[in-house]
């Protein structure tokens, strides 16, 4: 099921894991499995690959890698389908990826004799990549009545949806405001009137798409397929170089 109405669809570069996602979805839908249980399978199915990894076991790495991408779709396709949206889940699923993406850089550290500096570098500018990503597509889902549970600028406590406990949401809240604050609010103050605008193009929502989790994870098992794990902590401090550019796209071209 997609976020967005048919009209708004566009071709999702890091959104390969849907359709699989959607399977694993429709299986569990009469289950009691709920999204947050897939995205704990996502949480261990990433820790394996990181011990794989750290052992030299690079292309079992790069599938479990792969898989939890798509099971990082499925959980909100479960939701979706169970009609059962959940900030505590919306949360959880964000502190997660946060916490695997620096998990994989530390791996990629520990493996390569990369300085801890650069290794850090390159998880702010992972962390700013998915951001940009996040902050227009938010945007758009939002401008065309399409998923709302992901919040253009996320500064105040949601209230609880039916079935689930405000505390348990407000905790979720804050964990994720410590994590993320910062990068949302640099993405925020670099293109404050994003949100201003009509509604984003198919070909800037794709072209920004190289930017989404997805897409970074797919990278990554690719570099170790080819056993480049040397060169993958480089690379993303260098591939950060388009934020800048994608965001004068959208200043320059897609104007309010």
């Given at each position: 099921?997609?976020?967005?109405?048919?009209?708004?669809?566009?071709?999702?570069?890091?959104?390969?894991?849907?359709?699989?996602?959607?399977?694993?979805?429709?299986?569990?839908?009469?289950?009691?499995?709920?999204?947050?249980?897939?995205?704990?399978?996502?949480?261990?199915?990433?820790?394996?690959?990181?011990?794989?990894?750290?052992?030299?076991?690079?292309?079992t790495?790069?599938?479990?890698?792969?898989?939890?991408?798509?099971?990082?779709?499925?959980?909100?396709?479960?939701?979706r389908?169970?009609?059962?949206?959940?900030?505590?889940?919306r949360?959880?699923?964000?502190?997660?990826?946060?916490?695997?993406?620096?998990?994989?850089?530390?791996?990629?550290?520990?493996?390569?004799?990369?300085?801890?500096?650069?290794?850090?570098?390159?998880?702010?500018?992972?962390q700013?990549?998915?951001?940009?990503?996040?902050?227009?597509?938010?945007?758009?889902?939002?401008?065309?009545?399409?998923?709302?549970?992901?919040?253009?600028?996320?500064?105040?406590?949601?209230?609880?949806?039916?079935?689930?406990?405000?505390?348990?949401?407000?905790?979720?809240?804050?964990?994720?405001?410590?994590?993320?604050?910062?990068?949302?609010?640099?993405?925020?103050?670099?293109?404050?009137?994003?949100?201003?605008?009509?509604?984003?193009?198919?070909?800037?929502?794709?072209?920004?798409?190289?930017?989404g989790?997805?897409?970074?994870?797919?990278?990554?098992?690719?570099?170790?397929?080819?056993?480049?794990?040397?060169?993958?902590?480089?690379?993303?401090?260098?591939?950060?170089?388009?934020?800048?550019?994608?965001?004068?796209?959208?200043?320059?071209?897609?104007?309010?």
């Open positions: 099921m997609s976020k967005l109405p048919k009209k708004y669809q566009f071709l999702d570069l890091s959104d390969y894991g849907r359709s699989p996602g959607h399977w694993i979805a429709f299986k569990l839908q009469d289950t009691n499995l709920t999204a947050i249980h897939v995205t704990s399978m996502f949480v261990i199915t990433g820790l394996i690959a990181i011990g794989l990894l750290i052992n030299g076991y690079l292309i790495a790069a599938f479990l890698i792969i898989l939890k991408s798509i099971l990082d779709a499925a959980d909100g396709e479960l939701s389908l169970k009609k059962n949206p959940s900030y505590v889940g949360y959880y699923d964000s502190i997660a990826d946060l916490v695997l993406n620096f998990c994989f850089l530390l791996a990629f550290w520990y493996i390569t004799d990369i300085s801890i500096i650069y290794m850090l570098i390159a998880f702010i500018g992972i700013l990549q998915g951001t940009l990503y996040n902050y227009y597509y938010v945007i758009l889902r939002n401008s065309v009545a399409g998923d709302t549970t992901s919040r253009v600028i996320e500064n105040t406590k949601p209230n609880a949806f039916k079935g689930e406990s405000q505390s348990r949401v407000n905790l979720f809240y804050n964990i994720y405001n410590v994590l993320y604050i910062c990068f949302d609010k640099c993405m925020y103050y670099m293109d404050k009137n994003a949100r201003y605008c009509h509604p984003f193009p198919k070909w800037f929502m794709t072209l920004i798409s190289l930017y989790l997805g897409f970074q994870l797919l990278l990554m098992a690719l570099m170790l397929v080819f056993e480049l794990q040397r060169f993958v902590i480089p690379f993303f401090i260098g591939y950060s170089v388009l934020i800048i550019v994608f965001i004068c796209i959208r200043k320059l071209i897609l104007k309010p």
